[in-house]
C-alpha cells in the first residue's frame, strides 16, 4: 500500500464522518424546528376556536340587536336625538 492512498482512504474515512455529523445535525435542526412550527401552529388554532367562540357570541348578540322592537326602539332614539339638537341649534342661533 502506498502512502497516497492511505492518505486518500484517511480523507475518504474523514469526509464520510463529517457528512455523517452534518446529516445528523440537519436531522435534530429539523426535528426542532418541527416541534416549534407544531407549537406554534397549536397556539394559533387555540386563538382561532377562542375567535370562533366570540364571533358566535357577537352574531348571537346581533341577532338579538336586529329584534325589530329594538329597532324601533333605537329609532324612537335617534329621531329624539335630532330634535333636541335641532331645538339646540334654533335657540343658540336666536
Known amino acids: 500500500m502506498t502512502y497516497g492512498s492511505v492518505y486518500g482512504d484517511e480523507r475518504m474515512i474523514k469526509a464520510q ?3 455523517s455529523l452534518f446529516h445528523d445535525f440537519v436531522d ?3 426535528e426542532s424546528l418541527k416541534e ?6 397549536a397556539c394559533v388554532h387555540e386563538e382561532v376556536v377562542g375567535l370562533k367562540g366570540e364571533m358566535s357570541l357577537l352574531k ?13 326602539a333605537m329609532y324612537g332614539v335617534f329621531m329624539a336625538n335630532i330634535r333636541v339638537w335641532c331645538i339646540r341649534g334654533i ?4
Do not use: E, G, Q, V
Open 28 to 30: 435534530r435542526w429539523a
Open 36 to 41: 416549534t412550527l407544531r407549537t406554534k401552529l
Open 17 to 19: 464522518r463529517d457528512t
Open 91 to 94: 335657540c343658540f342661533a336666536i
Open 60 to 72: 348571537r348578540h346581533a341577532k338579538s340587536l336586529l329584534h325589530p322592537w329594538h329597532n324601533l
